[in-house]
């Protein structure tokens, strides 16, 4: 069936560095591929999203790369600051169904 | 603009006890979802609105769980009885519909535990 793997689980870098988490996808039709920030005791928040007609995406510091050959897509954050600690997922669609079927989530933490 | 609205935000119940979830979505998003989060995991689809329609229970387990959006706005989830393995996070998203982004905005959730 349709599946989202994520890596890594768990991800510590130093203030300043930059952070890269890793999806593959299963169903090459997907086409939207959205990135979660939860917060603990909160609900997952949107940060960024890449469409399949689209290479690579950013905003400020975070930027998200698409490979639909490989159906790989990235989720990069540079110069991390301690309130980016949180678990990210990423997620995939199709367009038209708006089932996502979500990563296991990456626990980052970035250390001062 | 206010967010998706979820209550309560927490609920301590004994096993077979019956439990509900209440959820007001992002004003004028006519797409409606409820995820289960376990610890450590990503949300799993359980129902899909479009207004007030159901169209995607697939993931619902119907013997015990039950869902309805009369009026398609607001909604609510209800576990009847609830078993040990329910204790999760009863997430609720909203999304403007099918004529528009995917987006879906995600509400802080009802932290459920079973005892």
């Known amino acids: 069936g349709e599946n989202v793997e994520q890596h890594p689980s768990t991800l510590s870098v130093q203030e300043g560095d930059s952070a890269v988490i890793k999806c593959t996808y299963s169903?090459?039709?997907?086409?939207?591929f959205p990135w979660y920030k939860q917060e603990l005791g909160k609900g997952p928040q949107l940060i960024i999203d890449i469409r399949s007609n689209v290479g690579e995406k950013k905003d400020q510091r975070i930027a998200v790369t698409l490979n639909k050959t490989a159906k790989h897509f990235s989720l990069h954050i540079t110069e991390t600051q301690p309130e980016d600690s949180a678990v990210y997922f990423c997620a995939a669609s199709k367009g038209g169904t708006y089932k996502y079927i979500f990563g296991t989530g990456t626990r980052l933490k970035v250390l001062a | 603009e206010a967010g998706v609205v979820q209550s309560p935000r927490y609920k301590i119940i004994e096993k077979k006890q019956p439990v509900a979830f209440w959820c007001n979505p992002i004003s004028g998003h006519n797409t409606l979802y409820w995820y289960l989060q376990n610890l450590g995991q990503g949300p799993e689809l359980l129902i899909r609105y479009e207004n007030e329609e159901a169209v995607d229970d697939s993931q619902l387990p119907k013997d015990r769980f039950s869902a309805e959006r009369l009026k398609g706005v607001d909604s609510t989830l209800k576990i009847q009885p609830a078993e040990l393995g329910d204790s999760a996070v009863y997430l609720c998203a909203s999304s403007p519909g099918l004529a528009t982004n995917n987006e879906q905005f995600f509400g802080p959730g009802t932290r459920l535990t079973v005892l």
């Open positions: 169903d090459s039709a997907s086409n939207y």
